[in-house]
């Protein structure tokens, strides 16, 4: 069964670093999402993104946030300058149509030191 | 009042026996209700997927929207200690907003 891949799985990184968290949704899917869970908190919605464009993103996703799909099959997170709040699980999610469910990933742990 | 509320639980029941998870919401325009189960530590796994109002089946799985109480549950029947998991619930609008907004999550644990 196709499956949403994430690497890596655990990123550590210090204050004030870039960080790139790399997703291979699944291979017919049009649609592409980032979540963020903070540890013991709700999954939060950062960012969808289709037609190479975001369509919608939520106020987390500052300009400290980016993302891209630089190939047919990978989609990117970028993080420029890390603060210690951006530690949490970053799953990435993917769906075939726009109210289409949404396959996530196992996600990647970030921990900002 | 928060948009999506759910019991945190810990909820913990011996095996056997039925499970009801519930959510509430504050937001009228949701149109699409999933439940999602998370293993410690892994990326959410959906389970069900329902639009609207009504009730879906799924082997033990059963997922009931009331919209009109704002009201979704997930029931497990014959539960198995491999059920053991947090369970969250999922809402989006549809249309153009399709980004899912979840429940904190209900932590459950079979007992064998």
């Known amino acids: 069964e196709p499956e949403v891949t994430q690497t890596p799985s655990h990123q550590v990184t210090q204050m004030g670093q870039e960080v790139i968290l790399r997703c291979v949704p699944i291979?017919?899917?049009?649609?592409f999402y980032w979540y963020r869970q903070i540890l013991g908190q709700k999954v939060e919605f950062l960012v969808s993104?289709?037609?190479?464009?975001?369509?919608?993103k939520s106020e987390i996703f500052d300009d400290q946030f980016s993302v891209e799909r630089p190939d047919g099959s990978n989609f990117t997170l970028k993080i420029r300058s890390t603060k210690l709040e951006d530690s949490a699980m970053y799953f990435c999610?993917?769906?075939?149509?726009?109210?289409?469910?949404?396959?996530f990933g196992p996600g990647t742990r970030l921990t900002v030191l | 009042q928060k948009e999506v509320e759910q019991d945190p639980g810990p909820l913990s029941v011996p095996e056997g026996a039925i499970v009801s998870l519930n959510c509430t919401y504050s937001?009228?325009?949701?149109?699409?209700f999933m439940w999602y189960r998370q293993y410690s530590r892994k990326g959410p796994e959906l389970l069900m997927y329902?639009?609207?109002?009504g009730n879906k089946e799924d082997g033990r799985f059963t997922a009931q929207v009331d919209k009109s109480s704002k009201y979704i549950s997930l029931f497990i029947r014959d539960s198995q200690p491999s059920d053991s998991a947090t369970y969250l619930c999922?809402?989006?609008?549809?249309?153009?907003?399709?980004?899912?907004?979840f429940g904190k999550g209900t932590l459950l644990t079979v007992n064998p």
């Open positions: 999610a993917s769906g075939w149509g726009r109210t289409d469910t949404q396959y």
């Open positions: 291979s017919n899917h049009l649609y």
């Open positions: 993104f289709y037609n190479n464009e975001i369509s919608e």
């Open positions: 937001n009228s325009a949701f149109q699409y």
């Open positions: 329902t639009y609207s109002s």
């Open positions: 999922a809402m989006s609008e549809g249309g153009s907003n399709y980004k899912l907004t």
